[in-house]
């Protein structure tokens, strides 16, 4: 990696862990991880920015899909689909994504009196937690 992305420790780990490969369709070379022999898996795109905050652009973010793991709800809505995750101070963390495709488009964290964005933080005390 040139610069320090994927600032989430779950992302990094993921990549580290796997055979960096190229493969091309005859036009584009690209950069994916060997999985298996045969199983190749696009890089994640880390869901949260140098300063923890949450980013629309990601891609199978490995704290994102650990969250979806801890979720107690599942909600599916002519393919859109919706995690909540309890937390242990009394919120939710609501992710919603379509289909089970990799990118979560949103990561909220709500109660009755506050709505903000999941942080990196957010994300990893839960995590820690499980
Ligand atoms: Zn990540």
């Known amino acids: 990696m040139t610069d320090e992305k994927p600032y989430c420790a779950r992302c990094k780990a993921y990549i580290e862990g796997h055979e960096l490969t190229t493969i091309s369709d005859g036009l584009y070379n690209k950069e994916v991880l060997r999985i298996s022999e045969n199983t190749t898996q696009e890089l994640p795109v880390c869901a949260f920015d140098k300063d923890g905050n949450f980013q629309k652009e990601n891609w199978m973010c490995m704290?994102?899909?650990?969250?979806?793991?801890?979720?107690?709800?599942?909600?599916?809505?002519?393919?859109?689909?919706?995690d909540v995750v309890h937390t242990l101070n009394g919120e939710y963390v609501v992710l919603t994504?379509?289909?089970?495709?990799?990118?979560?488009?949103?990561?909220?964290?709500?109660?009755?009196?506050e709505q903000r964005n999941l942080t990196l933080k957010?994300?990893?005390?839960?995590?820690e937690v499980d």
Not at 122 to 127: F, G, H, K, Q, V
């Open 122 to 127: 957010d994300a990893e005390r839960l995590l």
């Open 63 to 82: 704290t994102m899909i650990g969250l979806r793991d801890m979720s107690s709800y599942h909600g599916w809505n002519e393919d859109e689909s919706i």
């Open 97 to 113: 994504y379509y289909k089970h495709r990799g990118r979560t488009g949103n990561a909220l964290v709500l109660c009755d009196d």
